[in-house]
């Protein structure tokens, strides 16, 4: 079972940025993909971004593509979600998750989660 605590949520106005963290326990970290996934009240759960192992290959929701970015720092067993251009629409709880595989992008895939942050824009 991978560990994962998520930080940086918080409050900010439309237009403008927040970088989430997830840090990992390393036993399990190496090797995995990563993904990071969000929910609003009364909504499903909903697919933002995910990584590679290798860091090498990513892919992204299309209501996040172009504004949010997506990385990892192996050494550091912590993967990071840069989101810039924040819209009133993008307010949820923010949740990091792990697959045993070294890519996955179905939600299935995920198997480890972590507790979540949140983040709320406000227009």
């Known amino acids: 079972q991978v560990e994962l605590g998520e930080s940086g949520g918080g409050l900010v106005q439309a237009g403008g940025s927040l970088r989430l963290s997830c840090a990992a326990s390393r036993r399990t970290f190496v090797g995995h993909a990563m993904g990071w996934f969000r929910q609003a009240p009364g909504k499903d759960r909903e697919f933002v971004a995910c990584i590679s192992w290798s860091g090498t290959s990513t892919y992204y929701g299309d209501s996040v593509k172009g504004r949010f970015t997506i990385s990892r720092d192996n050494a550091k067993n912590t993967v990071y979600l840069q989101m810039n251009s924040l819209k009133p629409e993008d307010t949820a709880v923010y949740y990091c998750?792990?697959?045993?595989?070294?890519?996955?992008?179905?939600?299935?895939?995920?198997?480890?989660w972590g507790q979540g942050t949140q983040v709320t824009v406000s227009s």
């Open positions: 998750a792990a697959a045993r595989l070294a890519w996955a992008t179905s939600e299935s895939r995920f198997d480890s």
